[in-house]
């Protein structure tokens, strides 16, 4: 089975700071990665697909990168509505597995 | 656009079967697309359970298949979810979603349910 690791678990950051989130796949998963943001309460919203495809109305100030087992999310100047948990979700698997990361809380320091 | 309303209890007890309802709206689900259900307990992230296909091909989290069962009903363009011999370790806010087949991602989601499992 494919493990899906996150780094940090959480951070605090400012308006305007360019942010980073390192999503890790315990083995290769090609560019079979996609990625989530989750509000509090509210259910999860598809941002990327194949590590770096943004998702129809989605800011442009979101970008994914990365191939093999290595992967980032970069917000490029946080906005006030960015603060959420962001999730890596692995779709390489066969059958499909939906694996799922631990989640990047992103707070306001 | 798609809209998933979802339904079902939110208290189930111990060993019970959990069952739950997924009704689409904006989309015909034998038009293709994958339909299930991820959950998340309480705190903590995101687990698949499983998604069918409108022919019945089903897929499953290895480690709840033995408990999972997924229905479609195509008139009612609904799906259905049923979890047998539930515990505590079930409880979770249960999340009706699209699967894209194309990546593996999950583009629509349910506002969610939580089910608690005690007695």
């Known amino acids: 089975d494919i493990q899906m690791t996150q780094s940090p678990s959480s951070l605090s950051a400012s308006v305007g700071d360019r942010v980073t989130i390192t999503c890790r796949a315990s083995?290769?998963?090609?560019?079979?990665l996609n990625w989530y943001q989750q509000k509090p309460g509210k259910a999860p919203k598809l941002l990327i697909c194949a590590a770096s495809t943004l998702q129809s109305g989605v800011p442009s100030r979101f970008s994914g990168s990365g191939s093999g087992t290595q992967f980032t999310l970069t917000i490029s100047s946080l906005q006030p509505e960015d603060f959420a948990t962001y999730y890596c979700?692995?779709?390489?698997?066969?059958?499909?597995?939906?694996?799922f990361g631990p989640g990047t809380r992103v707070d306001v320091k | 656009q798609v809209q998933l309303q979802q339904s079902g209890p939110g208290l189930v007890k111990p060993s019970e079967t959990l069952s739950l309802t997924c009704v689409v709206s904006g989309y015909s689900i034998s038009s293709g697309y994958y339909w299930g259900w991820v959950r998340q307990p309480p705190g903590k992230g995101l687990e698949y359970v499983a998604t069918?296909?409108?022919?019945?091909?089903?897929y499953s989290n290895p480690s709840l298949k033995s408990r999972v069962t997924m229905s479609v009903d195509i008139p009612k363009n609904q799906v259905s979810l049923n979890l047998t011999s539930v515990t505590a370790t079930d409880t979770a806010v249960y999340y009706c979603?699209?699967?894209?087949?194309?990546?593996?991602?999950?583009?629509?989601w349910g506002q969610g349910t939580l089910v608690t499992v005690s007695s």
């Open positions: 069918t296909y409108h022919t019945g091909r089903t």
């Open positions: 979603v699209r699967g894209d087949p194309r990546e593996w991602s999950v583009d629509s």
């Open positions: 083995q290769t998963i090609n560019m079979y």
């Open positions: 979700q692995e779709s390489y698997s066969t059958p499909p597995a939906f694996t």
